[in-house]
């Protein structure tokens, strides 16, 4: 099925601009009148949250590394099937991307994924500290690359009303629209911490109160009208769809041989939000019940795996170490050989302690909060495991300021568990990191896949419970 649903992307110079804000608030806005598919560039967890209560639908994300550039569109198409239109938000400025290789056309940028889907970029600019100069500034990003089309701007924390008039005759002389203009506001930004902002998950009735005010501020402040009459799309995208690409990359049926389909717990809630939307899609086409729980409050569904996110653990490492029960429920699932991927946040959970907090005691060892660590990885598998064998390549990304305690990897050795990826870095010297236990049945790393770019993995997951 060809899908072709119009869009804008949401994109600005730089961070700091109020481009989430400005993206929230559209969806939110454009939510109260339509159905709308809302999109981050790149491996974000946290801004798609805010999406996805804007519009009453899970926010997506559109990474070119990780998922590649030949899957954008048909991720496109199947996330935004059954809307009227979709908000693209950028990822930092607008050509900013990937370190390394061309630095006018960075990969995962988004100006790359703009191209791709063909699609009209609205710039973001802050007007704090420029009047005249917002022309300049908006001109040298229109003119940048003849594949990105600025279509329009939205000025963003204009002073006056003097002071946005100037602002929108100077862009507007340069050719390009001013569809809105955006006053000085306090209090409506979200908070944030190490790894950014807070999650919608973690603030609850506020989350959705930040996300009404950015949907007034919208309406009040920006052509709604302009912009739609602005969105389009490129033509032909073919949608995505789980099922198959599961069964293309493992070469089997992802339908059960007739007995019970094998029962995947997933992590959530609070402290493991960091989940792609596709996550829970991809375990299903693979032919798993998938059966969600929030570690803070629910007890372990019984299940044949266990999948365990990213997210803050760090955050809530208190409330988990309460959690005794629980920990004590995920000791015996992996005695009994379970299946278990954590990633990150997962990773974690299943230490000895973190920041001198008692977690499950599935791993021997522990950590602690350390420098920031970010950045895509081309990884191979080192060890056989539950995702598959020694040699299994794959795409991923790290984000985490946490590290692992010194001596926790020789015990974890020790005690028979192996590494789990392994990767150069940018000096070119290998860089093992993660953990596989005895048997493999425990595959546990800081590193995060979108499951659309690892179907291969997803797949011998679920196979692996069957066994």
Wanted: aromatic share 4%; net charge negative; proline share 6%.
């Amino acid at each position: 099925m060809v899908v072709a649903v119009p869009g804008v992307v949401i994109a600005a110079p730089a961070s700091g601009t109020g481009k989430t804000t400005m993206a929230t608030g559209l969806v939110a806005a454009l939510a109260r009148r339509m159905e709308v598919a809302p999109f981050k560039v790149g491996p974000d967890y946290i801004d798609p949250g805010y999406h996805g209560i804007a519009a009453g639908r899970p926010g997506r994300n559109l990474d070119s590394v990780m998922c590649g550039a030949d899957l954008i569109g048909p991720l496109y198409a199947a996330g935004s099937r059954g809307c009227d239109i979709s908000i693209v938000e950028g990822v930092m400025g607008l050509f900013d991307g990937r370190i390394g290789g061309d630095p006018l056309n960075a990969q995962a940028s988004t100006a790359e994924i703009a191209a791709i889907l063909g699609m009209p970029v609205i710039l973001v600019v802050d007007a704090r500290h420029m009047s005249q100069s917002a022309a300049a500034l908006v001109h040298g990003f229109a003119t940048m690359d003849d594949r990105v089309h600025v279509a329009g701007a939205i000025v963003n924390r204009v002073g006056s009303d003097r002071h946005e008039a100037i602002v929108r005759e100077a862009i507007e002389a340069v050719g390009v629209p001013v569809i809105g203009a955006i006053p000085r506001v306090d209090g409506i930004e979200v908070p944030s911490r190490h790894l950014g902002l807070v999650t919608a998950a973690e603030r609850g009735a506020q989350a959705r109160d930040a996300v009404d005010m950015m949907a007034d501020l919208v309406e009040k402040h920006v052509d709604l009208g302009a912009l739609r009459e602005l969105a389009t799309v490129r033509e032909g995208f073919e949608a995505w769809d789980p099922a198959a690409a599961v069964g293309a990359a493992t070469g089997a049926e992802t339908a059960t041989d007739g007995g019970a389909a094998p029962r995947v717990a997933l992590a959530g809630g609070p402290a493991f939000t960091f989940a792609y939307a596709e996550h829970a899609e991809m375990l299903a086409a693979a032919g798993a019940v998938v059966e969600h729980f929030d570690p803070l409050a629910d007890d372990l569904p019984d299940a044949d795996g266990l999948v365990i996110p990213g997210g803050f653990p760090e955050v809530h490492a208190q409330e988990l170490a309460r959690r005794d029960d629980l920990a004590a429920a995920v000791r015996r699932m992996v005695a009994d050989g379970a299946a278990v991927h954590a990633e990150c946040a997962g990773l974690l959970w299943l230490l000895d302690e973190l920041d001198g907090h008692p977690m499950c005691g599935v791993i021997p060892g522990s950590a602690r909060m350390a420098r920031l660590s970010p950045g895509h990885r081309a990884a191979t598998m080192i060890g056989d495991s539950i995702l598959g064998p020694a040699g299994t390549r794959a795409t991923g990304h790290e984000f985490h300021k946490t590290a692992l305690d010194d001596g926790t990897v020789d015990t974890a050795r020790r005690a028979g568990w192996t590494p789990a990826w392994g990767w150069r870095d940018w000096r070119g010297d290998p860089v093992p990191e993660g953990l596989i236990s005895p048997g493999g049945r425990v595959h546990a790393s800081y590193l995060h896949l979108h499951p659309a770019g690892a179907p291969g993995l997803i797949g011998r997951f679920v196979a692996s419970l069957r066994g």
